[in-house]
């Protein structure tokens, strides 16, 4: 298992950027991908953007262009640019890490979750 400690969220008027910031540590050898989920009020928690271990990215359609995600692995940290931020963006923003042994079939060891970290846009 890792830990995770997450960092960046606050208030932000429309058309603002943010960027979060998301530490692993412990057992960050099997780490296979770190990424970001979001969950607004009343709402599930959906996918926001991930990157593997080997450098793939993938991102929700709906925020493809204004969210940028990055990752360095020497720190193992994920970090997600925001730009342009929408009142719609307003949510609490975890970070997830997985990790996975690559066996064949590959064999997930854990899914870990932050605290998250809440982000507001508004005027």
């Known amino acids: 298992q890792v830990q995770l400690v997450e960092s960046g969220g606050g208030l932000v008027q429309p058309g603002g950027s943010l960027r979060l910031s998301c530490a692993a540590s412990?057992?960050?050898?099997?780490?296979?991908?770190m990424g970001w989920y979001r969950q607004a009020p009343g709402k599930q928690r959906e996918l926001v953007a991930t990157?593997?271990?080997?450098?793939?990215?993938t991102y929700a359609d709906s925020l493809k262009g204004r969210f940028t995600i990055s990752r360095d692995s020497a720190k193992n940290t994920v970090y997600l640019q925001m730009n342009s931020l929408k009142p719609e963006d307003t949510a609490v923003y975890y970070c997830?890490?997985?990790?996975?042994?690559?066996?064949?079939?590959?064999?997930?060891?854990?899914?870990?979750w932050g605290q998250g970290t809440q982000v507001t846009v508004s005027s």
């Open positions: 990157i593997t271990s080997g450098g793939s990215i």
């Open positions: 412990g057992s960050t050898f099997d780490i296979s991908a």
């Open positions: 997830h890490v997985r990790g996975q042994r690559a066996t064949i079939p590959p064999k997930i060891i854990y899914d870990s």
